[in-house]
């Protein structure tokens, strides 16, 4: 058996063990594992994972384990059923490239599913809790998600994903922002330093619809995010993003900002921290299509590298197809300013303070852009505890 | 025994030396001019006192209150009372001037062996010396420096120090960019400090700010090397017939003549 094989061969016995659903289910189930296999897991001679290797999860075993999540949301949000969504599921989030997404198809099972009526503005937000538990076998979860937010709603969406010792999480969330709605999605990845992470998150954004994501990636040993938007005529989207990476961890943000429609706006600004021998990636796709006149695209990408032994490779790819458009990019990767740090010093704070001070002002601004106040202060403290662990 | 003894100090950045043997005395309470012109090596002898890095001392020696000022890290001066307002105030987006203020103020008092102010006593305090230095109160909620006018970073910088109390203020170029309205509530602030146990080292290009912070001693120093020294006077004399009736080329001066 070759290596390829012998690698989709452990993944061909977890899936012929999975309890039936329904034939449409099912149908998707066959076609997206089929793909997988097709597919394979990529190597780093796809340009897509040039520098993210997949080798420790192509060559690790996992159990299949249902994913364990915790729900909270408001009365006014509608929880759908499978049988709700078949028009839905998997139409945004397509498994034909993305071999991750065609794995977490192959493993559809319990869907977590919720539908904010027209026009019903949530005060509350969703909560979508992954946890993990530490287990003796590691373990394989496919969380898979699905959000319709109905024309001019307004909610959201927080996701939360942790655990414990070795596994796999693998997660898809699509999201369906109607004509005119309001949406703020959260991802908040804090998983154990020995796991595996791959995330797909694809939003359809509606005609005048607005939507924000914002992606803080803390934990994973390896982690690959994969966020994508696609824009409506006069509709906005906002990426923002923040990676801290420490010791061997390994984390890959991919965004695709699709122009579809004239008039839209996005705006992206990734952030990472960079120590150790850590390294990252961030790879921002913009595409203005040929319709998509009157564009207006800003992307930045910043670096802070701590280390002399941390990697970052940083790549901005414009497809623009219509002329009359505005699109920027641009992408920094620095060390701490010695000026600043002279200047903290010179009023009598400590050198390693002095640095820890500054390292969490550069995550400052994305901290900021965080609307729900208790995910902020929390995160305030993470980063607070994780940049002041030397200061005294 | 004198607060601050430098004997034949040297210094380079890069290749270049630009202090090349300075020698300079000051008593508990004195107020000291340093003048020249500009590449003089003015600004280099703040941020060496200061324990800027970028400057390696090459020779000689500083002693402060008795002790190896060269050997001490720049946080160490601080808390024993070095106190050096910047020619140019750095922007620090992200870190709110009101955090770094009560850092900065906490490991001082620490060091000196006072209690730690709690959020209360800190925030009247540092109201007090607001008003003394005119300042808005909402620039204490503002990232460091970040956004502020020219004259309101220099304004930061004295309404610090009469935070942080120094022993040994060291003024680089306060007066830069200031007109005579900012100029006049930075002398006064710096005034105000003035004390028998507080020295001051005033380092300026214009006898301007001498008007308003009279010194008790004036030097003149040119191309790394103090060539005259003097009561305030100098200043004066200076004023009326320029560096060049020292013989000495102002940099600035032949640039514009160009």
């Known amino acids: 058996m070759t290596a390829v094989a012998e690698q989709i061969g452990q993944w061909v016995n977890e899936f012929t063990r999975q309890s039936p659903s329904a034939p449409w289910v099912e149908q998707l189930r066959e076609a997206a594992f089929q793909r997988f296999v097709d597919l394979g897991f990529p190597t780093t001679h796809n340009e897509e994972w040039r520098f993210t290797s997949v080798a420790p999860v192509a060559r690790a075993t996992f159990r299949a384990a249902a994913a364990d999540r915790l729900l909270h949301f408001a009365e006014s949000v509608q929880e759908l059923e499978l049988k709700d969504i078949e028009a839905y599921l998997a139409h945004y989030a397509g498994f034909g490239q993305n071999p991750f997404v065609a794995l977490n198809t192959a493993f559809l099972g319990q869907v977590t599913a919720f539908q904010v009526p027209r026009g019903v503005v949530v005060e509350q937000p969703i909560e979508i809790t992954c946890e993990v538990p530490d287990d003796a076998e590691p373990v394989a979860v496919h969380p898979r998600t699905l959000i319709l937010v109905g024309a001019n709603a307004q909610c959201t969406i927080v996701e939360t994903f942790k655990g414990q010792g070795r596994y796999l999480t693998n997660a898809v969330t699509e999201i369906l922002v109607g004509e005119g709605a309001v949406v703020d999605h959260y991802k908040i990845q804090q998983e154990s330093v020995s796991a595996f992470h791959f995330a797909t998150m694809q939003a359809q954004v509606g005609r005048s619809a607005n939507f924000s994501s914002h992606s803080i990636s803390l934990g994973g040993a390896l982690a690959r995010n994969d966020a994508g938007v696609v824009l409506s005529e006069g509709a906005e989207a906002t990426l923002n993003g923040l990676y801290i990476v420490n010791g061997t961890q390994h984390i890959d943000n991919h965004t695709v900002i699709d122009h579809a429609k004239p008039h839209g706006t996005s705006h992206e600004l990734y952030k990472g921290i960079l120590d150790g021998k850590a390294g990252a990636v961030f790879n921002g796709r913009i595409i203005v299509r040929k319709d998509a006149q009157k564009t207006d695209s800003k992307q930045t990408n910043k670096n802070l590298v701590l280390s002399d032994e941390a990697v970052i490779n940083t790549k901005p790819e414009l497809q623009i197809l219509a002329d009359d458009v505005r699109c920027t990019h641009g992408a920094t990767i620095g060390q701490l300013d010695a000026e600043s740090l002279f200047y903290l010093r010179s009023r009598g704070i400590g050198k390693e303070a002095a640095r820890s001070l500054l390292t969490y002002a550069f995550a400052q601004d994305i901290v900021d852009r965080i609307k729900v106040q208790s995910l902020k202060d929390s995160l305030e403290g993470i980063l607070f505890e994780k940049f002041h662990e030397h200061a005294h | ?258």
């Open chain 2, 1 to 258: 025994m004198s607060l601050l003894e430098i004997k034949d100090l040297h210094a380079t950045v890069g290749e270049r030396e630009i202090l090349k043997g300075i020698d300079l005395t000051v008593n508990a309470g004195e107020v000291h001019a340093i003048m020249g012109p500009n590449g003089s090596g003015k600004s280099t002898l703040a941020q060496v006192l200061a324990g800027r890095e970028l400057y390696i001392v090459t020779g000689g020696t500083v002693t402060y209150d008795g002790k190896d000022l060269l050997a001490m890290a720049p946080e160490d001066r601080a808390r024993e009372g070095i106190f050096l307002a910047f020619q140019y105030p750095v922007e620090i987006p992200g870190v709110s001037n009101m955090y770094f203020l009560k850092a900065a103020l906490n490991t001082i008092r620490k060091n000196r062996g006072l209690d730690e102010l709690d959020a209360f006593d800190f925030l009247n305090l540092v109201k007090e010396k607001m008003k003394l230095m005119e300042m808005d109160q909402a620039l204490l909620s503002r990232p460091v420096n970040t956004g502020f006018s020219g004259g309101e970073k220099k304004r930061n910088e004295i309404f610090q120090m009469a935070v942080l109390e120094p022993r040994l203020a060291i003024l680089d170029e306060t007066d830069s960019g200031l007109d005579i309205d900012a100029l006049r509530t930075v002398a006064g602030g710096v005034n105000a400090l003035r004390a028998p146990e507080r020295s001051m080292i005033v380092v300026t290009h214009y006898q301007r700010l001498l008007n308003y912070i009279v010194p008790d001693f004036v030097h003149v120093l040119s191309e790394g090397r103090i060539v005259k020294s003097g009561g305030k006077e100098l200043a004066l004399e200076l004023d009326e017939s320029g560096y060049s009736g020292l013989g000495i080329e102002d940099e600035e001066e032949t640039v514009t003549k160009v």
